[in-house]
Every structure is written in structure tokens, then in C-alpha cells.
């Protein structure tokens, strides 16, 4: 089955920096466009960066254009997310998506951003 598992989240101080990483199993990664959507509290999910599966197209959200970075390594089944420049705003669960037949998620790592 799907399996997608998120990693790297934490407790960082504004300004600094985390790399998010999301294994996934069960699907042929290599050609699933693969996406990062994030949840704050009392907020509804919303979408950060996708990228295609070859990873030569990427899509960001404006608000951390300049900040975040989403690559792949296929041969890893991995999807990452470099973060800089935290701030507060940035404070979320983060949750790895691949679209299949239809949309998977994974269970999500919180970040937290705070001095």
C-alpha cells in the first residue's frame, strides 16, 4: 500500500533552518508528482511547493518563494524541503502528498518556529 513518512521536523528559532524529508513505498515514485501542503492550527491545509516527477518543473506557494526549496531523488523514493529563513507564520504541521489515482498523505511532522 501507500506509504508516505515524514521526518526532520522540530523546534527552530526564527531565522533558521530545517530539511524536511518524506520516504515513500508502495507506489512507482518516479513518476508521481509529489507535493508539500503544511496545517497550522485553526487553519485549513494549505499548499507549499510541488514538484513534477522528474523534478525539472517546481511550483511554489508566494509566501515562501525564496525560502523553500523542493527536490527529489528518485532512486531514494525521497521528497525533500529545504527550509530557510524561518519565521513564525512557518509554524505547521507539514505533510507529504503524492498524487496517484488520487490524492495520499502522510501522518506529518510538526515544525515549529519560535525563539
Known sequence: Q????????GLVQPGGSLR??????????????MSW???SPGKER?????????GVRTAYQDSVKGR???????????????????T?????VYFCSAFLVRRYWGQGTQVTVSS
Request: net charge negative.
Open 2 to 9: 501507500v506509504q508516505l513518512v515524514e521526518s526532520g521536523g
Open 88 to 92: 513564525s507564520e512557518d509554524t505547521a
Open 37 to 39: 501542503y503544511r496545517q
Open 68 to 86: 523553500f526549496t523542493v527536490s527529489r531523488d528518485n532512486d531514494k523514493r525521497t521528497l525533500y524541503l529545504d527550509m530557510n529563513n524561518l
Open 46 to 54: 494549505e499548499w507549499v511547493a510541488t514538484m513534477s516527477s522528474t
Open 20 to 33: 524536511l524529508s518524506c520516504a515513500a513505498s508502495g507506489f512507482t515514485f518516479s513518476t508521481a508528482v
